[in-house]
């Protein structure tokens, strides 16, 4: 009698930890949404570099414009997870504010992205790991920190971009619309509000396979046009079916 219980306890203390660190299994799908601004510097408006050594300067409100991005992932590991994006928005530059404000150039650009991206958590919170957390209804614990979750992303994407400039722009000749590839790389960080809703923000930069984003190019430029994204983002974890396909009623 002792020994069977001893081995009930045996069973009972290795299934508990090993069920535990599956518990992430239960929802791999997750849908996320996002909003924020960007933020474009390429040939026109900036400063030059003896006037601008980190590039800090060219950020300004003039050249934000806004975007709202789309994600599907899949959690491959606890740790890695692989993500479709869609992201549209516009860019913005002007010669405003800058080392060539004589010249007035100014394009207005519209932009779609798809990508395909991998995150990587290198911090990740325990609380998808308790079982009553998944379990229940009950919200995150008041300890903000240990709710949450940090990653980092990158990966390959494609840019359709269509580009308005102004008449000065336009005398000067004007590469209107086109299609680039990009490389998305960033951070992020998720709070983990409840066991189907995550908040979190995210940071990314695109680099971008082209110098004609803006419409134009300078004899000048040493390199391609760059953009960035900072995005709020509401992520709702679906649950996963017998099937491996997420459920979504």
């Given at each position: 009698?002792?020994?069977?219980?001893?081995?009930?306890?045996?069973?009972?203390?290795?299934?508990?930890?090993?069920?535990?660190a599956q518990l992430w299994k239960m929802k791999r799908?997750?849908?996320?949404?996002?909003?924020?601004?960007?933020?474009?510097?390429?040939?026109?408006?900036?400063?030059?570099?003896?006037?601008?050594?980190?590039?800090?300067?060219?950020?300004?409100?003039?050249?934000?414009?806004?975007?709202?991005?789309?994600?599907?992932?899949?959690?491959?590991?606890?740790?890695?997870?692989?993500?479709?994006?869609?992201?549209?928005?516009?860019?913005?530059?002007?010669?405003?504010?800058?080392?060539?404000?004589?010249?007035?150039?100014?394009?207005?650009?519209?932009?779609?992205?798809?990508?395909?991206?991998?995150?990587?958590?290198?911090?990740?919170?325990?609380?998808?790991?308790?079982y009553r957390f998944l379990k229940s209804k009950i919200?995150?614990?008041?300890?903000?920190?240990?709710?949450?979750?940090?990653?980092?992303?990158?990966?390959?994407?494609?840019?359709?971009?269509?580009?308005?400039?102004?008449?000065?722009?336009?005398?000067?000749?004007?590469?209107?619309?086109?299609?680039?590839?990009?490389?998305?790389?960033?951070?992020?960080?998720?709070?983990?509000?409840?066991?189907?809703?995550?908040?979190?923000?995210?940071?990314?930069?695109?680099?971008?396979?082209?110098?004609?984003?803006?419409?134009?190019?300078?004899?000048?430029?040493?390199?391609?046009?760059?953009?960035?994204?900072?995005?709020?983002?509401?992520?709702?974890?679906?649950?996963?079916?017998?099937?491996?396909?997420?459920?979504?009623?």
């Amino acid at each position: 009698m002792m020994k069977r219980l001893i081995l009930i306890i045996l069973i009972f203390c290795t299934a508990v930890p090993f069920s535990e660190a599956q518990l992430w299994k239960m929802k791999r799908w997750e849908a996320s949404g996002g909003l924020g601004m960007s933020q474009f510097f390429g040939d026109i408006g900036g400063y030059s570099i003896s006037k601008n050594i980190l590039g800090i300067k060219d950020i300004s409100y003039l050249q934000t414009r806004f975007d709202f991005n789309g994600s599907l992932k899949y959690r491959i590991t606890r740790e890695i997870n692989a993500r479709i994006s869609l992201t549209a928005g516009m860019l913005h530059a002007t010669d405003i504010r800058g080392s060539n404000e004589g010249r007035d150039y100014e394009s207005r650009i519209l932009i779609f992205e798809p990508a395909l991206l991998g995150e990587y958590y290198f911090i990740k919170s325990e609380m998808e790991n308790s079982y009553r957390f998944l379990k229940s209804k009950i919200k995150a614990k008041t300890d903000f920190f240990a709710s949450l979750d940090f990653y980092a992303f990158t990966g390959i994407g494609g840019l359709k971009y269509n580009v308005k400039g102004n008449d000065a722009l336009v005398a000067r000749g004007l590469q209107n619309k086109g299609f680039c590839a990009v490389i998305p790389v960033g951070l992020g960080s998720n709070y983990i509000y409840s066991q189907f809703m995550n908040f979190g923000i995210e940071l990314g930069g695109r680099y971008a396979f082209t110098d004609y984003l803006d419409g134009y190019t300078s004899q000048y430029s040493k390199a391609n046009d760059v953009y960035y994204f900072l995005n709020f983002t509401v992520t709702y974890k679906l649950k996963t079916g017998p099937n491996g396909l997420p459920i979504f009623r």
